[in-house]
DNA sequence: AAGTGGTCTAGACCACATT
DNA sequence: ATGTGGTCTAGACCACTTT
């Protein structure tokens, strides 16, 4: 018989992996959970905290917790970048691509300091200047992501790269143009939890990882053009990347 | 005056950021909040909690809670599974790379049913036989990864690849000494919180996310021969694409 | 022995959503 | 008006680490 916070969150888990309870429904709330197992209030809202900490499920104040669902976004970021892509079997997860429109919202433009990584990446000197675009992803009106992209302020500073809208073919038709056209990438990327400033930038749900990604941008000479630095709401978005010969 | 757990954390955070806490130190615990912000003990709890869920800080009982420590391992997908890539600039992150040794442990092979998602993403019939090859990695005798893969079993049913030990150069050269090469890959991930049965298994510290990666191995025919799902802990990882032409 | 984090109880108040 | 989750107080006991 459970009795403490854990024991319970985990039972109720199992008893969602069963089915007993699907995506979207309503689960036992804190009076249930008080009279079912025999503990303090308390207890039962540490359970459901525990499970929307795990992901597990989303409470809604004055409503109830519901079991979470998970469709993400598949971002591909070979296809996007590279030329032609296969694009055989789609993902693991039941995704939701391109049935849903990005648009970008809080879009700054505006040249600093290079901070010390971005020099680094950049190979540039410490304290250079750089151009620095930065907006947010909105899916439904929700941010998914949040993207800062940095680029030598000598190379682009006159170019429409140094203007809000880049004009037709983005930063990247811009940078052929200027005969540094991007034609390779790296992609360095971590997960954590966020912190609460991400995580209400990002509008993440609680229990709810961001996935951390610095992007380099390189010419065939191996020139470094371009930094760009994304926050993803780990719940909104499958990765996807294909390489090989 | 802060008064509430999540005020206090954000307090405590900020002190973080700012340096008056480094990585490893201690941070003052209950009693100190108790006596500093004149709130409950449990309340104080809840502030370090909060922390330790954000993956800002590890509590060991009886001795205090700690500010996390992040130097992760870098995973240079890329690199492994293609011929001669180019090494330039190192992480964002302070890595380990190579380091520490990494060794695998509880290595299991047996023949199976294809569960659907494994059928499908090997474009066999539901119900085939497959091998899986399951195991972990451990870095310091810490697990780190577990990595499950499946093959067609009517493809290796006799070889090396059904046996603990594949032999020289893994079974990826023996796929290749059966004519089915693989030279293509592609990896679908996504982040999320760990179920505590997954988190016990990969000795998980709390507030740290795994990362869930879907790899699947092509021949130049396009031939699926291998699906390998991998779970990393996210604390200990940092993961590497580089693509383009 | 003293100090630490971990967690439960019991009761209270709040803001919010639903009816 | 009622029910929901969110959170705080105050006190208690436990297991553990450190001294």
Redesign the pocket.
Known sequence: MP?????IADDLRARIDDGEFGPGVR??????LVRDY?????????A??LL?AEGMAV???????YVREFKPLLRDATKRLSRARRDDGRSIWSTDVGARPMSVADLEVCEEDAPRWVARLLQVDEGARVIVRSRRYLVDDEPVQRAVSYLPADLVRNTRIAQPDPGQGGIYQRLAELGVEPVRFGEDLRARMPSSEESSALAVLPGTPVIEIYRTAYTAEGRAVEVNRMLLDAGAYALRYTFGD
């Open positions: 009795e403490t916070a854990r024991q689960l036992p709330g804190e009076p249930a025999g503990v303090a209030k308390m207890t039962a809202s540490g459901l905290k929307v409470s809604r104040p004055g409503s109830g917790t």
